[in-house]
């Protein structure tokens, strides 16, 4: 059974909670790690309501070469779950069904990479958007309260409307 979705205020420690997470995978996924680990998602938004789980990004060289990594994951806690396999790795902790934290291996400066800096970073910095997002992610809450594959799809149109709107380099908004 997957967690619902329920969305919570923000919360201070989310940033200190993925500070924490990030000390221990610097050092279990060195082997793989390329570039950086980012904070991304609701929870790395001050001021943003958001399920109350840490996203959490890892930069690697490739999906095939950080293939190892998952068990070595799997052996700490996270649970794998082969969603969208072409283009990450993706984990959630300590299950499906409880969630604190989801991880995505991700190919370094990657469209994806590209794109989840430049949405998370278009609302740190733009509170309108920031506002719309979270009424929208209200409404879908309460809309698909059990599918959370539902709820993420139904925001896509959203990301994409904000990331054709922003300049293509990062930091340029």
Known sequence: MSAPVELS?????????FESERAVLKVML???LEG????????????LIAKPVIDIMVGVKSLESSQPAIDVLVNHGYQYFPYKPDVMHWF????DALRTHH???IPYQSPLWQERLRFRDALRTRQILAQEYAQLKQALADRYPHDREAYTQAKWPFVQRVLADLPAALGQF
């Open 30 to 32: 060195a082997p793989w």
């Open 36 to 47: 950086a680990i980012e904070h991304v998602g609701s929870t790395a938004v001050p001021g």
């Open 9 to 17: 205020s923000y919360n201070s420690e989310w940033p200190v909670k």
């Open 103 to 105: 991880l995505h291996l």
């Open 92 to 95: 959630c902790k300590p299950s």
